[in-house]
């Protein structure tokens, strides 16, 4: 992994997928069915369709200086062959996991810029045994795509006290003298290499890039890629541009809970988004030497919470250099093996909940329970309720039921009914035995509509994105605050609650980036009011808004009748120590309530 340099804006891509829509990504579309009340996602590109139906990919970091460290590259390989390496091993491994893609990272730049295939190209270590080509026809075998990972940076070619980089042999080769210590010249090098591989592995899924490299720019590269080999998936490290199919957010550390990486995810949906992570607890990318520590309930907690935001789970399990995984991280695949087949409807095959697809809200539920809500695509009544932090006392889990009027309640692991209750936009779960000790999962069943909001086109807004049941468009307030925004329901009407998603591309994890703290441009101090004639208003509500992911909800109590509502936002959560994100306020839809679902 390399550090972020820079992030594209989110308008970027969607301006650019719009404008290729018709040419270059025309597709089917994934299948999904919406929620009852969500709209249907966009078409999409085919060759994204195995990313999307994806629930997880392996991550392998394995190259010459994968422990013990060899400083010469058929030295390596025999030791690679000797110990007896195996492609089967790695596929086997990532179906333990559910995984659909292996990310292969030998070409890294603290790996020796190994290139685990023979090339015709000099300038770093090349194999004569073709561990890539072997690696892609045992994963089509077993159903598991390879996607190579290309780094664009040669900072660290000497690191280890030798040169990795020979400039000589690849200036040679193209009859003019290149420096490949420095961007361009390593530029024009990798350039080359992506070509390569294209044009001799068919199979090959896509590329993983480590950030981006201005020959690459220059020379258009992503649109020669597309241009040669439209089946394949391009995902980038830490930027969001509009050339990738998906953005891959690096591992983040001091969430609260701690598996909830989501909180660290800036890219909102239906844009592509994959969270890559360590499995080990501590130590590098890499094998180095050491059996290292793997917390299980940390990883399936963020297994779990990456299916509930949409996000693919992307491990990074450290290879050895026979290829086989330290004895604590097998325990891990293994104990996945198991625990995930009587839960995997939940969580393949899904969406996240309370986002742009519909479902109840996740997060901070009862008694300090914490948790996540899938929805089934082929059956969008089905939703999963994933509790992964348990209530601290107490038989029941209570949560926002944003309407959906449920009709069964089972125990996903053992079949067994649950009572349970709807009331004041709530449902409570009952007589809750069995608790797991990772994700306790409920299997919902609701009725085909929801109960008690005004239908899209009903209620009228200042700012029509508002009230479009569009996700793909938004409010922005151009970093003016207060802001305000006005609902007109048409005639005088009950409001109980106003239920608003907020744009999620903003983190809500407050971390340090370039030095400087950051916090989510989410609402934070509102009020309401309300009118009868759009003049005269009073205020019903004030308060502050939690700085959380999903569907957020505002009560207005039960006897409010008004025509029009009017939220006024006086303050959002990021600082000024935050200029991307500090007086920015995005906001997708805004829906009002007129009732709960009530039923005991």
Known sequence: MTPVRRRGPWPLWVAV????????????????????????????????????????????HWGMFTSPKHYDCAAWEKAVTDGGWTPDYWVDEAKKLKASYIVLATFH???????????????????????????????????????????????????????????????AHKGRDIDLTQRPGFGEFSYDNFFEV???????SGFWIDNDNEYWEQHKLYEQIRERRPDMTLSNNNEDTAAMDMVSHEQKTGMTPPYDQPSAVWTPMPRLTESCYKVPSTGAWWYDGQDRPVDTGLNVGRYVANSGTSIKSLMDLQAMVDGRFPPQQQKFTNFMKDYLPPIWESLHGVDGGGYMYGGMQPGTWNDGAYGYVTISRAKPTTQYVHVTTRPTSGDQVRLRDNGYRVKKITDLRTGKPLPFAQSDGRLTIRSVKNWDTYDTVFKVETTDRREGVYPTGSVKASEPALTDGDFTTYTDNKGKLPASYTLDLGSRKKATHLGINQREWSPTH?????????????????????????????????????????????????????????????TTWAAPSAPNFHLQLKIDEIQVGHGHVSRR
Request: net charge positive.
């Open 17 to 60: 997928l719009s404008l290729l829509g018709g040419l270059l990504l025309a597709g089917t579309g994934t299948g999904a069915a919406a929620a009852p009340g969500a709209p249907r996602p966009p078409a999409d590109p085919p060759r994204q369709t195995m990313l999307r139906d994806a629930t997880a990919g392996l991550f392998l």
């Open 109 to 171: 730049s603290r790996l020796g810029y190994a290139r685990p295939w023979p090339s015709k190209i000099p300038g770093t270590c090349a194999t004569q045994r073709d561990f890539l080509g072997e690696l892609i026809k045992a994963g089509e075998a077993k159903g598991v795509k390879t996607i190579l990972y290309m780094t664009d940076d040669p900072k660290w070619h000497d690191e280890q006290g030798i040169e990795t980089l020979d400039s000589a042999a690849y200036s």
């Open 198 to 204: 294209m044009d001799n592995y068919p199979k090959l």
């Open 510 to 570: 407050n971390r340090s980036t370039f030095g400087r703290p950051e916090d989510s441009a989410r609402i934070k101090d509102y009020k309401v009011s309300a009118s009868d004639d759009g003049k005269r208003w009073r205020q019903v509500r004030a308060g502050v808004l939690e700085s959380a992911r999903g569907i957020r909800f505002i009560d207005l109590g039960d006897r409010l009748g008004a025509r029009y509502l009017k939220l006024d936002v006086t």
